[in-house]
Nanobody
Framework: QVHLVEAGGGVVQAGGSLRLSCAASGHTGATFAMAWFRQKPGKARSFVAAVDRLRPSAYYSDVVRGRFTIARYGGDENMVYLQMNNLKPEDTAVYFC???????????????WGQGTQVTVPP
């Protein structure tokens, strides 16, 4: 059974930075496509950033490109962080880590999801 453990949420002032991390445990040596999504109150979950399962490529939504960075770290292909800079009140949401062993890029249909971590940027 694969579990995703997220860490790093919190409250930060506008213009500040936070780093979220996600680690997959219980996998059997497979490399996962991994991504971050977020969900605002009353809204659908939406894509934030992803790392490609097969290539060292990263993808971003238009609203975070240039401010957020996603990358694998720690020498473990199934650990990723999301570095969030220049945070804005509209970035306030619950952030979810997703992973999938077959997709090239994790989507809303991903196999595995973390429990979510709250990020709050007060106006």
């Amino acid at each position: 059974q694969v579990h995703l453990v997220e860490a790093g949420g919190g409250v930060v002032q506008a213009g500040g930075s936070l780093r979220l991390s996600c680690a997959a445990s219980g996998h059997t040596g497979a490399t996962f496509a991994m991504a971050w999504f977020r969900q605002k109150p009353g809204k659908a979950r939406s894509f934030v950033a992803a790392v490609d399962r097969l290539r060292p490529s990263a993808y971003y939504s238009d609203v975070v490109r240039g401010r957020f960075t996603i990358a694998r770290y720690g020498g473990d292909e199934n650990m990723v962080y999301l570095q969030m800079n220049n945070l804005k009140p509209e970035d306030t949401a619950v952030y979810f880590c997703a992973a999938d062993a077959t997709l090239i890029v994790a989507t809303l249909a991903s196999q595995y999801w973390g429990q979510g971590t709250q990020v709050t940027v007060p106006p």
